[in-house]
């Protein structure tokens, strides 16, 4: 991979930081009540400058999902997984942990307002990484007989997502009342239980 000059890397940062203001804003008082100007004065910068980054307020959101796809595999880049389940349930387990630790429920209220009222991009694209990871992990759990060999890897990891959402939304209409990641981790070993050739000596 080619090394960043100066000036690449100075335009990561500026983007880094007008994404990373913006969403402590969002947290903070929720995604609808922050107006553009009012991120780039919290950011110290031109409402030009703003624009030559992100083409709207909406596509900081569609940023989150990568920053949290990069974030994700940064925690488990050290991590060792005995299973393909064990890998599905740690990459799904520490995306939960993030929306729920680091984002909030109040701005993940907003994520999703945004994501129904428009188009949305990057968070269901197949060719997320988030997305891509589970399939390749899928495929390799059939291949090596661990997965029923009539399991379909893209439906389950679009199922995956699926479960993944509908607790998320619950989360956030319950105020974030409940441990999000435990939900999502215990849901998600439900429906994979059914297509794993052994289940009997799964430890669920």
Not at 164 to 187: E, H, M, S, T
Request: glycine share 6%; charged share 30%.
């Amino acid at each position: 991979m080619n090394k960043l000059n100066n000036r690449e890397q100075k335009a990561i940062n500026k983007k880094w930081h007008i994404s990373e203001t913006a969403m402590a804003l969002f947290k903070e008082r929720g995604y609808n009540s922050v107006k553009v100007k009012e991120i780039c004065k919290a950011a110290d910068i031109s409402l030009g400058t703003f624009y030559h980054y992100f083409s709207s307020k909406d596509s900081i959101i569609d940023e989150t999902y990568q920053i949290i796809d990069e974030r994700i595999f940064e925690c488990l880049d050290e991590r060792k997984f005995n299973t393909p389940i064990d890998k599905i349930l740690g990459i799904l387990e520490q995306s939960a942990c993030i929306m729920q630790e680091e984002l909030g429920y109040v701005l993940m209220v907003g994520s999703y307002y945004q994501i129904i009222s428009s188009k949305p991009d990057y968070s269901y694209s197949h060719n997320r990484n988030l997305y891509v990871t589970l399939v390749e992990t899928l495929k390799e759990g059939i291949a090596t007989g661990y997965f029923k060999k009539d399991t379909e890897p893209e439906e389950i990891a679009e199922t995956c997502l699926r479960l993944g959402r509908g607790d998320i939304i619950d989360w956030c209409l319950k105020g974030g009342a409940f441990k999000l990641c435990d939900l999502i981790v215990k849901d998600l070993k439900r429906m994979l239980y059914s297509i794993v050739v052994n289940p009997e000596d799964l430890e669920f």
